[in-house]
């Protein structure tokens, strides 16, 4: 981070370097065990017990593996949520560090180790030294990984037995200076929407086509077609992503196979574009099934929905950005992203905001710029004392102390 020298850091700053070790070595034990989500039995026993340790009153079982540690100071009537994810993605780690997972093909590779261990030195710093006046609910959860453990910890009930009047989350991004934060006002982050295409011909011999459906011809159709949506039906001001990433048919050459699949994966950033995908793909598919003399069937399933963060709350947040590292140091509206989050539940239900923790570019010692899902990838560990110390202010700034 291209920061003061030490003797000008923020004070917040200063107090979360003096215990970055401590975490740095937490979050490299919560590296070296990865879990997959809904399955993070360790960390969240590792979390609860380091939560009640400092005075939280602990909440388990949300979301299945989710923990929650509530903290009330003061006689403010407002509360703040904080979330980090926890869980791990099925991929064999190749960063050859002392550290790296021990379990097989599973690994951290998109820095939910790091955003734990941020959120937990937060966590002893606000029960310890913080001095603020209202509700800290600290929300620690499972399955992010395209299983939406946000959205299952609340239809268990999370924002009913802990309100929030905002609630926040961080996210590493690698290829950005380390250290530097990134904010954006309203959509932020794409939607993410599943499809599998099923399409039903009449299987036959490869010498006599006449007598066959071909499910292959018609599925080449349909994904020809399917590029024709984001460029003649989106506004080409307008982000769209229409990928085709799996078509299966067949096992020899001279068979034409009875069924064929393709699996889509849509983007978008706009909640009426979404719409308009769904609905241009179901009409297009259809539509070519019959030209071609075959049968479709469409499992459409929504994913995560666009991550839209609020101006209010993301104005605030940028402020104390920019009094944590210095306005040089904050992109005020970075550029949204294609990638999605399920932290756009949460904000769908509470406002609040999502912002970037610049994981490295590369630069100085050239850790941090290798892209997340990677298994090179590693949490830059110098972002445990900076996305700690954030947390930290916010709470305060927040939940100002009444004097």
């Known amino acids: 981070m291209n920061a003061p020298s030490e003797a000008f850091l923020h004070d917040k700053l200063q107090a979360l370097h003096a215990q970055a070790d401590e975490f740095i070595a937490v979050r490299r034990d919560i590296h070296k065990h990865p879990e997959m989500g809904y399955k993070e039995y360790r960390t969240s026993d590792l979390v609860a017990e380091q939560l009640s340790a400092w005075g939280y009153q602990v909440t388990r079982g949300l979301g299945g593996t ?50 734990t261990a941020m959120l937990l030195a937060a966590a002893k710093h606000i029960a310890q030294k913080a001095e603020f006046s209202g509700t800290v609910n600290l929300i620690f959860q499972p399955a992010e990984e395209g299983l939406g453990g946000a959205k299952k910890m609340m239809e268990d009930g999370l924002f009913t037995q802990f309100p929030c009047d905002a609630v926040f989350g961080m996210h590493n991004m690698p290829g950005h200076p380390q250290g530097q934060l990134v904010f954006r006002d309203g959509p932020a982050m794409a939607s993410s929407d599943n499809v599998t295409i099923t399409i039903e011909g009449t299987g036959g011999h490869g010498a006599l086509p006449h007598r066959a459906a071909d499910p292959v011809v018609a599925g080449s159709a349909i994904v020809m077609g399917l590029q024709s949506i984001v460029s003649r039906n989106v506004d080409p001001q307008e982000m769209a992503i229409i990928t085709v990433g799996a078509f299966n048919a067949g096992v020899a050459n001279n068979v034409i196979p009875q069924h064929a699949t393709l699996k889509l994966s ?13 609905q241009r793909i179901t009409e297009l598919v259809n539509a070519q099934a019959i030209s071609y003399g075959v049968k479709a069937h469409i499992d459409y399933k929504r994913g995560y929905p666009v991550l839209v963060n609020h101006l209010h709350e993301t104005d605030f947040a940028r402020q104390v950005g920019e009094e944590l590292v210095g306005a040089a140091n904050v992109t005020r509206q970075g550029r949204a992203l294609t990638g999605s989050e399920d932290f756009a539940f949460m904000l769908e239900e509470v406002p609040g905001c999502y912002l970037l923790i610049g994981n490295g570019d590369g630069s100085g010692d050239g850790h941090g710029a290798c892209m997340v899902h990677n298994p090179g990838y590693d949490f830059n560990d110098q972002n445990v004392a900076v996305g700690s110390a954030y947390w930290s202010l916010l709470v305060e700034r927040f939940l100002p102390a009444q004097g």
Do not use: F, W
Request: proline share 3%; aromatic share 2%.
């Open 66 to 115: 989710g923990v929650v540690g509530q903290l009330q100071k003061g006689t403010g009537s407002r509360s703040i949520g904080i979330r980090a994810d926890m869980d791990a993605l099925p991929i064999d780690e190749a960063t050859g560090l002392p550290y790296a997972s021990c379990n097989t093909g599973i690994m951290h590779a998109c820095g939910h180790d790091g955003h």
């Open 266 to 278: 849509v983007r978008s950033l706009n909640r009426e574009v979404r719409i308009l995908l769904e």
